[in-house]
């Protein structure tokens, strides 16, 4: 028996109807006469109504929810109409939005017991029984187990195919799908009818007052003082005081128009309103478009389209030119730079590599929870180079957690089984373990055995026949291999008697004999078994940098706090920037970020450190920098990085950068259907602002903002230009915030989007805005006009 027993299906008070045994209709009858419920209606557009899993899933099932040995617990989940959306039991009640999660927000589905809560606490239940929903963010896992494996493979497949229609959904879809949801709420009794409440009760919750001046804007073609109730009494053809069906449906389309699209749309089209190709390939051209050609314009009217006799004629009409500007290849990010596109064939010391602290935390450093189900998550988000604190564990087995601290144990063996089943799951380029090392030589011997027994021919024992031994092998050769980063035996001695080792540093005559001594205290420690799996990751010391660059040491890693790091960055400058031409160097948070707090990595990415490690638990700036670093080159976790900070006998130095060589301007026109920050107050209502930051050489480091709009995050607009004048543009990220101004505390964060410089794509173009967590928060957009001229 599932959770002792399975009850009957009793509807709690906080529980909604059951969809199938609703009598009355519970959406907005279509113009077309079809299915009167608007969640239907969702579903039926995702093509899903007649799917048998998804039907399921909206009459809801009873699920076991397991958070531990003892906690098991019956409830009930069921899909909401939207498609977009789980309701979901809880014991004690609270408010709406903390009864739902959204398809949008998931990461993966895993069918038995994959994950770490259902391996150590789901035994009674049959894995064919069990899933795993994994969310993006912080989130944690939902562990469920069906009372039968074909109800669970319901959930399973079901998730997948919403999961997959969301994927392939346009923008112009999402939003149609947004506007509907909001519209069934809205309608209050449930009539598939909207009185003139219920349409301010809507505009609330879509985040607009329409007790300002905007409301004249929006229905500008109404001239009464009350252009709310003029525009409403104009959709009502029946003037019965209710819209319905196609008076609805008006109602929208005056409430989604985009004035600043048409009046680019008119600007080209001229008298005749559609863009034939070649007016549409002047509109190209204009936005300095790569590879603007008439058969390029031809191909956008054929792809974004809607309407056939247009099609036919190669005509573009304006519903057609707002689907392209939604599209990816409307937005801000090129779309040729979300796949694999640089040169993965050069050493590893020329990439950034995506990089991990402590990555088993799930929270603080000091009594926070650490989970296997962490390493899967910054896997999930691209990272290459993770973390495991290794310390003593009872029986013999070693465990990994912080140190001397009050954050949970895990198995060093589990860890590993993780790195197997995850590690390549997003990326196939290598994965380095960076081992800190607190065991002794017993359980060391274990570690070597696990590695070399779980990961098999994945992971590197011997250097690659084919590499120069003057450089580090690249990615691509690389590819499905884990590499181990930590400390290495001395080698034999040479013919001059003194030891060789990986640890070794070039130091004055006197200290030599002081730092032999040091490498054979440490070479007592290091199990031999252990030593042997580090090949090109050898963890040394940097005690100073010289002037001149020694010769190559590509198979040595320097490990360093942020604070070296920086003392580096201003005394060293362009010897860093040498010693990081050629060999890693790995950048950690300082031991005093007790909450495990971030520092912004650029500073480090200046000087072309690649493994800049960052708390990936922890959401902030510094973690959507690390994010817009790595979110180009199929997100694969290694992005090439600029010449300058690539060639040997580079001159390049971050704190003098040279004069500026291009200037960045960004005029902030509008935004779209941005978040309530409080579903549950409906006069809550955001008051947003656009900042536009730079982040890169220290004397290219700048902020901007517009003014807010007040009461309005519908539609807000503002018209405002910004300027940066850059010196490295190489470098540069450009991080687009929108937040909810304040006058009285600080702002709050509403959404950003981050992206190289180099990625960004010139014109009018939208910015499809994430969450903190860096979940997407579509449909919200920012609709910008970005010019670049480099000199």
């Known amino acids: 028996m599932l959770c002792g027993r399975w009850r009957s299906c009793r509807r709690r008070p906080e529980e909604p109807p059951v969809p199938a045994q609703v009598a009355t209709p519970v959406a907005l009858a279509p113009p077309d006469g079809g299915s009167r419920r608007p969640g239907l209606r969702a579903l039926k557009k995702m093509g899903l109504t007649e799917d048998e899993d998804v039907r399921a899933m909206l009459r809801g099932s009873r699920l076991c929810k397991i958070r531990s040995r003892t906690w098991h617990k019956e409830r009930l989940y069921r899909l909401q109409e939207d498609g977009l959306s789980v309701w979901f039991q809880r014991r004690i009640p609270r408010a709406p939005s903390q009864h739902i999660f959204f398809v949008q927000h998931i990461e993966a589905v895993r069918e038995g017991h994959q994950s770490e809560g259902l391996r150590r606490f789901g035994g009674a239940f049959p894995p064919a029984r069990c899933l795993t929903i994994a969310f993006k963010g912080r989130r944690k896992n939902l562990d469920l187990a069906a009372a039968t494996a074909e109800e669970a493979q319901r959930w399973v497949r079901g998730l997948a195919k919403l999961r997959a229609r969301l994927d392939a959904m346009s923008q112009r879809e999402r939003l149609d799908h947004w506007i509907h949801a909001y519209l069934h709420r809205a309608d209050s009794d449930q009539d598939s009818k909207m009185s003139f409440k219920e349409i301010k009760s809507l505009l609330r919750m879509v985040n607009v007052d329409m007790n300002d001046m905007y409301a004249y804007r929006l229905f500008k073609a109404s001239s009464s003082s009350e252009p709310l109730r003029a525009a409403f009494q104009e959709c009502d053809h029946s003037n019965n005081e209710r819209l319905e069906g196609a008076e609805i449906e008006e109602f929208l389309r005056r409430l989604l128009k985009r004035p600043e699209l048409e009046e680019i749309f008119h600007r080209y089209s001229g008298e005749d309103r559609v863009l034939s190709a070649p007016e549409l390939l002047e509109f190209l051209e204009d936005q300095s478009e790569d590879g603007a050609t008439l058969a390029h314009a031809q191909r956008l009217i054929h792809t974004y389209e809607l309407n056939e006799t247009a099609k036919q004629h ?25 796949c694999v596109f640089q040169d993965m064939g050069q050493p590893l010391s020329h990439y950034f590599i995506s990089s991990s602290h402590n990555t088993y935390l799930t929270d603080s450093q000091i009594g926070g929870l650490s989970s296997t189900e962490a390493y899967v998550r910054a896997f999930a988000q691209g990272c290459r180079c993770v973390e495991l604190d290794c310390w003593e564990g009872p029986g013999g087995e070693p465990v990994i957690y912080h140190g001397h601290t009050l954050t949970s144990k895990i198995l060093f063996r589990d860890v590993v089984q993780t790195v197997r089943d995850h590690a390549f799951t997003l990326s196939p380029y290598p994965v380095i373990l960076s081992l800190e090392n607190h065991c002794g030589l017993e359980q060391q011997a274990v570690m070597a055995h696990h590695l070399r027994t779980i990961l098999g021919d994945a992971l590197v024992t011997q250097g690659l026949d084919s590499q120069n031994p003057e450089e580090l092998p690249s990615p691509e050769q690389l590819k499905g291999r884990v590499l181990v980063k930590g400390k290495k035996l001395p080698a034999a001695r040479s013919e001059d008697g003194r030891l060789l080792s990986d640890q070794e540093e070039e130091e004055e005559e006197e200290e030599e004999e002081v730092e032999a001594a040091e490498q054979r205290r440490r070479a007592k420690q290091i199990s031999p078994e252990l030593s042997a799996l580090v090949v090109y990751c050898c963890a040394t010391r940097l005690r100073t940098l010289r002037p001149n660059p020694v010769p190559p040491q590509p198979c040595q890693v320097s490990s360093l706090s942020e604070r070296k790091a920086k003392k580096l960055i201003r005394e060293a400058g362009n010897s860093f920037v040498r010693h990081n031409a050629h060999q890693l160097t790995r950048v950690y948070p300082l031991g005093l970020r007790m909450n495990s707090a971030n520092y912004s990595p650029q500073e480090m990415w200046n000087s072309g450190c690649q493994l800049v490690a960052l708390n990936f638990q922890t959401p902030g700036y510094e973690m959507d920098l690390n994010a ?32 500026p060589r291009t200037t960045l301007t960004i005029q902030v026109l509008t935004a779209q259907q941005l978040p309530k920050l409080n579903t549950e107050k409906p006069n809550s209502i955001v008051d947003p602002l656009v900042r536009v930051e730079v982040h890169g050489v220290p004397a290219d480091c700048a902020r901007k903002e517009t003014n807010y709009v007040l009461n309005n995050g519908f539609n807000p607009r503002w018209g405002q230009t910004l300027q940066f004048q850059l010196r490295a543009p190489e470098l540069a990220l450009v991080r ?31 910015i499809h805005l994430l969450s903190k967590d860096g979940a997407s928060l579509s449909p919200a957009t920012l609709f910008v006009h970005i010019r670049v001229q480099r000199f």
Request: aromatic letters at 12%; hydrophobic letters at 35%; one cysteine or more.
């Open 628 to 659: 817009g670093r790595f979110l180009i080159n199929g997100q694969c976790g290694y992005v090439l990085k600029p010449a300058c900070l690539r060639q040997p006998d580079t001159t390049f130095d971050p704190e003098c950068p040279g004069p």
């Open 314 to 338: 190669e005509l573009m009409t304006l519903d057609g030119f707002m689907m392209y500007l939604l599209s990816p290849e409307g937005a801000a990010l090129d779309p040729a730079h979300t």
């Open 736 to 766: 687009f915030v929108v937040e909810d101004y304040d006058a009285t505390s600080p702002n709050d964060f509403v959404g950003q989007f981050t992206l190289p410089l180099d990625s960004l794509k010139q014109g009018y173009r939208h």
